[in-house]
């Protein structure tokens, strides 16, 4: 069993900057892979980034690619996703998870945080 917690969302203006954090407990964390996933009002929950534990990444490119960078400290057991130039868009509750399986797909990911919210305005 993996614990997640999530750390750092908020306010910020439109072109400002975050940087999200998740603190991973209970078993070992560094042979996960770490997602970012994120959900708006509304909408489906979808991908954002992950890494997996040799530090290999995987963006959604169409969204994030260039603005979000994703990162891992196995040694703290923290996963970060940085994000700059945010936009209203951006704005949504944002989830880590942890899973055997690196890739972009929910099913993959086996435990997941309660998430934090990011508001972007305009």
């Known amino acids: 069993q993996v614990q997640l917690v999530e750390s750092g969302g908020g306010l910020v203006q439109a072109g400002g900057s975050l940087r999200l954090s998740c603190a991973a407990s209970?078993?070992?964390?560094?042979?996960?892979?770490m997602g970012w996933f994120r959900q708006a009002p509304g909408k489906e929950r979808e991908f954002v980034a992950a890494?997996?534990?040799?530090?290999?990444?995987?963006y959604d490119a169409d969204s994030v690619k260039g603005r979000f960078t994703i990162s891992r400290d196995n040694a703290k057991n923290t996963v970060y996703l940085q994000m700059n130039s945010l936009k209203p868009d951006d704005a949504a509750v944002y989830y880590c998870?942890?899973?055997?399986?690196?890739?972009?797909?929910?099913?993959?990911?086996?435990?997941w945080g309660q998430g934090t919210q990011v508001t972007v305005s305009s």
């Open positions: 209970g078993r070992s964390f560094s042979g996960y892979a």
């Open positions: 890494i997996n534990w040799g530090g290999s990444t995987i």
């Open positions: 998870a942890a899973g055997a399986v690196f890739g972009k797909m929910i099913t993959q990911y086996i435990f």
